[in-house]
């Protein structure tokens, strides 16, 4: 098989997410995706993956490729990504963070509903737990479950002073299984503005660097975006790509 240039944004939140705009809805995000010339996207949303399925349905037979993915926090109040290729894998991984989340309930009234619906948009039901919340379990055992459900382990928004690894802790904990790292730069970035970043956080010097837009609403969905060279839409090949391996590549930044 040859190997396709593809444009991706891995990071996008539907309305399950208490953040997020009512219009984030699986229809209209893989109708918002195919508009921007996108690929592949993959549906994170916070401690939560009930509407990937519903996104991966809705995607079918359009030109997107949907990743079922979770964005979980840490103990130390950090976001990993976890992208995975089928919905069963990232809602293992979601049984897992719910059973370290606090058990509280959501307050929509301050934090905002969490709505799980179908493919087509149609209310299924609240979730009312509190998904905006830390889960006690460390970045380091994250990325290791995350693995075990067969997903690729992102940190994400690495740099930002809220929620960012390096942000955060300061540092990538030693010897870290992540094959790369989500970055936020501001919109017009070019590979001059990634190599400053990489002054600022030396380690991100040895480390690969996606983009993503971290949608929460349809017009955001593509406006950060990374491209890989790759046979196939999925997690191992991804893997690939960011390893570089059997001509497998990512573009940092064009
Ligand atoms: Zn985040
Ligand atoms: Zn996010």
Redesign the pocket.
Known sequence: MALRRCSMDL?I?TVL?PCAEVEMIPELIILQAQRSGLDMIAV?D?NAAENAGACITAACGSTVKVLAGI?CESREGV?VLGIFDRAENALQLQDFIWSRLPAEPNRPEFFGAQMVVDASGEFIRFNDRMLAASADASVEELVQRIREADGLPLP?HVNKTHAGLLGVLGLMPEGLDVPAVEVFLPPGSDAQTLAKLRTTFSQLETLKCIRSS?AHRLEEIGQSRSFVWVESRSVGELELAFDGRLGRSLEELC
Request: proline share 0%.
């Open positions: 990071h939140h997410s994170c916070h964005e976001h994400a971290d």
